[in-house]
């Protein structure tokens, strides 16, 4: 995706859309750096419970059988939110993802519009 965006502001900039050229790579670099900021975060077990729709047991569970990486330390595991797993729910349900319980879209800033592109794609 990033790689695209920088061919088109590419285009764009040969054909005078200069503007939109530079829109379209400060885009590129939020995501990208959204991106990187990501892979960096981890969550505790309840933290990551709340946000995958797992229980903290069933999370803990897998981090101890080594099927999701410990990116805390033995007797207080984490979780980084790029091995997290996500469970299926109605976008409608209260336990469903962050994003999608927020009413509105100017209640929305910048970085959680990145973060739901990176989360569920471009729908």
Do not use: F
């Not at 892979?39 to 981090?63: C, F, I, K, P």
């Not at 209260?94 to 739901?116: D, F, K, M, W, Y």
């Amino acid at each position: 995706m990033l790689d695209d965006w920088l061919n088109q502001a590419e285009a764009l900039r040969r054909y005078g859309g200069g503007n939109l050229a530079v829109v379209l790579e400060r885009c590129a670099d939020e995501l990208e750096a959204t991106l990187r900021e990501r892979d960096e975060t981890t969550l505790t077990l309840t933290d990551a419970a709340r946000e995958s729709g797992y229980t903290r047991e069933h999370l803990g569970r897998l981090v101890r059988d080594g099927k999701i990486p410990n990116a805390g330390r033995p007797g207080a595991p984490r979780i980084a939110l790029k091995h997290l797993p996500r469970k299926a729910q109605d976008q409608g349900s209260p336990s469903g993802p962050r994003l999608a319980r927020t009413r509105g879209r100017r209640e929305l800033s910048n970085r959680q519009i990145v973060e739901s592109i990176i989360e569920k794609g471009i729908e």
